[in-house]
């Protein structure tokens, strides 16, 4: 078992072509740099359009994801339950908005979303769980959803009162 990995070592050892002085390794370094550089002004980097930046007006066709709320409050919540709430959105943009992910601030909250494009003017929405097992007490937990909006990020936030197991709520 051991031979095959000593016998490849040799290999990759014996491959480098070690009669190349330090300067010509040095040129050829230099050469790739500027051959990136010469690239790169013939095949200029093409941004995404629905990303700003400093020196940028932003995209005024792209697409807008406003929320009828950006967070929900459940309240009281029972020990070990799963609760869930709908976030819906309207895109109010000019193009189709597209989601590309939804991330949960930690493991014990579970986005679903909406995959379809929703075109200018539809509606969609993204669904968050919450798993109480385990939590006790004040609990606010955030969903990072990443759109081809801008900016790219819109945040939602579920909060509430994780009860104990006698049904009464969690000391301060």
């Known amino acids: 078992m051991k031979y ?51 020196n940028e007006a932003p995209n005024p066709n792209a697409p807008v994801m406003k929320f009828a709320e950006a967070e ?36 014990c909250t579970t986005p679903s979303w909406t ?11 993204i669904e968050v769980q919450f798993d109480s097992r385990g939590k006790r007490g004040i609990i606010s937990k955030q969903v990072a959803v990443r759109a081809n909006t801008q900016p790219s990020i819109t945040t939602i936030l579920i909060k509430g009162n994780v009860l104990d197991a006698a049904g009464s709520a969690a000391p301060l």
């Open 4 to 54: 095959p990995i000593i016998f490849a070592a040799a290999l990759l050892l014996l491959a480098c072509n070690r009669d190349k002085t330090a300067e010509v390794g040095t040129e050829g370094m230099n050469a790739a740099a500027t051959a990136v550089a010469d690239d790169t002004k013939a095949n200029p980097v093409v941004d995404n359009p629905n990303v700003v930046s400093e």
């Open 72 to 107: 929900f409050d459940f309240g009281d919540i029972k020990p070990d339950t799963k609760v869930r709430h709908t976030f819906t959105f309207t895109n109010t943009g000019k193009s189709p908005l597209l989601i590309e992910d939804a991330t949960a601030s930690c493991g």
């Open 115 to 125: 995959k379809a494009p929703v075109a200018p003017g539809a509606q969609g929405s």
